[in-house]
């Protein structure tokens, strides 16, 4: 038998483990580490307490024995076959998904693996002791939850949007309270309503700090997918911001289009739970007066929201 990564020209290794927390809690903006890492939460793996103690004491009784027949009936498996037989997973697998992106091919060929295990231990014990069709499905159903973080450019845009919602009272816009100011050190930019859309200036160094929070090191990168999405805009050639002169401050800003609650704002996931999401808006507008908060004002009303972000922006640019 040809070794394995003679053929392919490498190897890949695989580590698992168990822990507490998830690998990708700390490299949610990494779209290669979301790809790479199969984190599996939420699995029922036995009945209760008693069925796990069992199943450890036949672990420890039995330790190695499976393992060196597993690796003696893989050792005689035809080269061709297995490729073969990861071609077909990773083609049936693919199939199923809902999601396409441009990972998928690569996901599909990352689960493969896991089936073609199971089909290979059926195999040596001439026993169907593992479901591949409800492993397959287990799989598609991870990879399907975690597909709105393979795109950390998007991903962070939602985050970005979210950090401005959160820090709203730090944002310049009209009140009713004119007088009422923000202290400059204050300041991390301007909410403005302009040809019927909603906009946030988003000072530089204010986006520098929240991707230093973050742990975004691929800024640019980020700004260039932004301005081809529509998802920032500018007047300036060859620049992802504009200079702001404003009567309280001046700065360069990023000018992020925030005309909607987007998919991922909020923790809205898709598209029916943001139409859920606004249609409970609406009934909270209509069921109470909401008044447009000033500066310095909390609002934990997020049917308030909307009213901060509408400015005239008369005599102000």
């Known amino acids: 038998m040809v070794p394995l990564e003679i053929v392919v020209n490498g190897w890949s290794g695989i580590a698992i483990i168990t822990s507490e927390y998830s690998l990708l809690d700390s490299e949610i903006m990494s779209g290669g580490a979301n790809v790479r890492c199969l984190t599996m939460t939420d699995i029922k793996w036995t ?4 069925h796990s103690d069992r199943l ?9 024995y499976l393992g060196q027949r597993v690796a003696d009936y893989v050792a005689n498996l035809s080269i061709d076959d297995v490729l073969e037989l990861h071609s077909y997973y990773a083609t049936r697998i693919k199939g199923k998904m809902k999601t ?19 089909q290979y231990f059926n195999e040596m014990l001439n026993r169907k002791l593992l479901d591949i069709d409800l492993i397959e499905k287990q799989l598609i159903d ?14 962070t845009y939602y ?4 950090y401005i919602v959160v820090n709203r009272n730090h944002f310049i816009c009209s009140t009713k309270n004119p007088d009422e100011h923000i202290p400059v050190s204050e300041v991390y930019g301007k909410i403005v309503n302009r040809d019927g859309k909603k906009y946030v200036l988003l000072v530089n160094s204010i986006f520098d700090k929240f991707c230093n929070i973050h742990n975004i090191t691929e800024k640019l990168t980020f700004k260039k997918k932004w ?9 300036e050639p060859n620049r992802y911001d504009e200079k702001i002169n404003h009567k309280d401050f001046k700065a360069r800003c990023m000018k992020i289009v925030f005309d909607e609650f ?4 909020f923790g809205i996931c898709d598209e029916e739970e943001l139409k859920a999401f606004k249609e409970e808006q609406l009934e909270s507008q209509k069921s109470k007066t909401v008044r447009t908060p000033v500066y310095n004002e909390k609002c934990d009303d997020e049917a308030a ?3 901060l972000f509408k400015e005239d922006d008369k005599g102000q640019n």
């Open 47 to 50: 009945q209760d307490a008693a």
């Open 56 to 64: 450890k004491v036949g672990a420890l009784a039995n330790y190695g």
């Open 100 to 118: 396409i992106d441009g990972f998928s091919d690569r996901i599909a060929s990352k689960l493969a693996p896991i089936l073609m295990a199971a």
């Open 142 to 155: 991870i990879n399907e939850a975690c597909s709105i973080t393979r795109d950390p450019a998007t991903e």
């Open 159 to 162: 985050k970005l949007l979210e």
């Open 227 to 235: 301005l081809k999405e529509g998802k920032i805009v500018t007047n």
């Open 262 to 265: 987007p998919v991922g704002t």
């Open 305 to 307: 929201i909307d009213e």
